[in-house]
């Protein structure tokens, strides 16, 4: 197994959350306001059973690279599932519960990385090296 830091960690998952579909997806920074994570990770997804293959592919791929979950609570049926990576927590909503739930108004305080950001950020540090 080898180690993954916390940053990585979320823009990774925020890109397999991308490559399955998912939308809305935002990369909360709480580094030094949550003693439980660095990072939460909302996507929305369309259907239960779009839920159910978005933590799936989650679980699957970050497991083949040596980073697995440590624990899902919810259910795809119930609009919200977490996928916990310890550095990082992942949340999976319907539409209707991400609404509901509010979580960004719950950490509105957190730096907010979109998943555009996420993605810049690799290139403009390889431009430079």
Request: charged share 25%.
């Amino acid at each position: 197994m080898h180690a993954i830091n916390s940053e990585a960690l979320a823009r990774t998952l925020a890109t397999v959350l991308d490559e399955k579909q998912a939308r809305d997806i935002l990369i909360m920074d709480v580094r030094g306001q949550s003693s439980v994570t660095d990072f939460h990770i909302l996507a929305t997804g369309t259907s239960s059973p779009h839920l159910r293959a978005l933590i799936g592919e989650l679980q699957q791929r970050l497991k083949a690279q040596g980073a697995p979950s440590y624990r899902k609570s919810g259910t795809p049926d119930s609009g919200w599932v977490v996928l916990d990576f310890v550095e990082a927590v992942v949340h999976a909503f319907t539409a209707e519960a991400r609404a509901y739930y509010d979580l960004e108004a719950l950490w509105k305080d957190a730096k907010r990385i979109t998943l555009e950001d996420a993605s810049a950020a690799p290139r403009k540090a390889a431009r430079a090296q």
